[in-house]
């Protein structure tokens, strides 16, 4: 045993707070990191956002009030005295995330178009379409509560009642349960409960779906006929399409059975409460967008919706009066500006890894984008990651909520990634995407009095080359939302 000194040099990664910001912006979507510089703004009196009709020359007013633009994060002219002890640092931390800034901003300008791209005006959504709003379930069925009954106590019951009816038109919550709530009577609950149920539209506030497929029955007057019977006592029969077991058991033709059943179906709403469900509709923004122009594919990165960030000059030309500004004054902005540094910073690493991630995509699936779907190869983050010698998480995260615009459409960025499967004969790998879209393909032109079993999927795939096993198919069918072939069968 010895006791001795020494000395050795080993490279390890630090999780700063710096890094863990250019971690947490990757993996942000457009929404999210809107959101973020807004509140960067408001909280760092540091930067400041540019006006879109802002011009980069600052008129000489502005240049001795000291707010110069500054066109990108490397023209910002370094303040020594806030970096002295940081600089070093803030370069190093930040070299660990990628390359180091100022080889980063060669490679920016090595003349290809990180440029953004605006959309046409025409693609915007019109203004009816964001300012119209259709009535809810709650308030069709509230308002016929008033036409109703002017008692206090039904008129409370049915409150509560129509609170509880969810989007399908369904009352989940016992009655019993209400009642203890809102302290009135079962009794009272179940006369509004009644009103209700004559409501439009009819079946709403059942239980379940055989009391509301006979409310419907009973407003239809078709009481006490076959269509009643079968919904009451074979509806899990019917779903199976088992006809002549409901016949037999009845004791009427196979063919009366379908003729009510085809009432059941084609005329009977399982979910009344589906033509009031309000759906707000959603528009995917893309984060990138990838257009041909002649023989290639040009990528540009969408920044439409962000605010446009800098540096105030104005604090760097306080920092430069030494002798006007005290210590706890200095610190405070030498904190700050190293924190807007790093927010500039952080964001140009983001696009640009977002764009060689993108550029990555189109290189492995330029087939893809030619002749869509049926051209999708398999790939995998690993892939990406060995192409652009970035670790597989770094891809995980920036593929995370993000989305490009290409010929084919928008889809996001972790569409691109699939397993997949070798074909026969060929051996060229074909993608599970472009399986499932076969998949569709065959049952949607299947032969709906005798549609297609797992097994015939099998052997139709395994005839194009794609040899995969019956329960691969189940799943995918499964994915896809295709009932089995008892379901799918129609009737003649």
Known sequence: MEARLELKL??????????????KLLQLSRLELAQSLAQELVENPVLEEVALDQTDEPTEAEAEAGE??????????????????????????????????????????????YGTIEPDENDRPSYDQ????????????????HLSTSDDKLLKAGETIIGNIDDDGYLRTPLEEMAADIGVAVPVLEKALGLIHNFEPLGVGARDLTECLLI??????????????????????????????????????????????????HELEPKPGRPYAVSDTQYVVPDVYV??????????????????????????????????????TREYIEERLRSA????????????????????IVKFQTDFLEHGIARLRPLVLRDVAEDISMH???????????????????????????TGFTTAGTGTEISSLTVKDVIQKMVREEDSAAPLKDQQIVDALKAQGIDIARRTV?????????????????MG
């Open 130 to 145: 964001m300012l119209t709003r259709m009535p809810s379930l709650g308030d069709h069925l509230s308002w016929q509560l």
């Open 341 to 360: 540094q790093w927010l500039i910073k952080g964001m140009e690493q983001r696009n640009k890894t977002i764009y060689k991630v993108a550029e990555s």
């Open 10 to 23: 080993a490279q390890k990664l630090i999780m700063t707070p710096q890094l863990q910001q250019a971690i």
């Open 68 to 113: 110069l633009p500054e066109r990108s994060p490397d023209e910002i002219a370094p303040v020594r005295e806030a970096e002295v002890e940081g600089e070093t640092e803030l370069k190093t931390e930040f070299d660990q995330v990628g390359s180091r800034w100022d080889e980063y901003i060669d490679e920016m300008n090595d003349g290809r178009d």
């Open 216 to 265: 419907q029955i009973r407003g239809r007057e078709l009481a006490g006929t076959l269509v009643e019977k079968i919904v009451r006592d074979h509806l899990p029969d019917l779903e199976k399409r088992k006809y002549q077991h409901i016949a037999k058991v009845l004791n009427v033709t196979q063919q009366d059975v379908m003729e009510a059943s085809k009432i059941i179906i």
């Open 291 to 328: 257009v041909k122009i002649e023989d290639r594919y040009v990528i540009q990165l969408n920044d439409e919706g962000f605010p446009r960030v800098r540096i105030n000059p104005y604090y760097r030309k306080i920092l430069a009066r030494k002798d006007e500004v005290d210590k706890t």
């Open 474 to 490: 189940a799943k995918y069918r499964e994915e896809l939302r295709i009932p089995p072939t008892s379901v799918r069968k129609r």
């Open 392 to 418: 597989e998480s770094t891809i995980s995260r920036v593929t995370t909520s993000k989305y490009m615009h290409t010929p084919q459409g928008i889809f996001p960025l972790k569409f691109f990634f699939t």
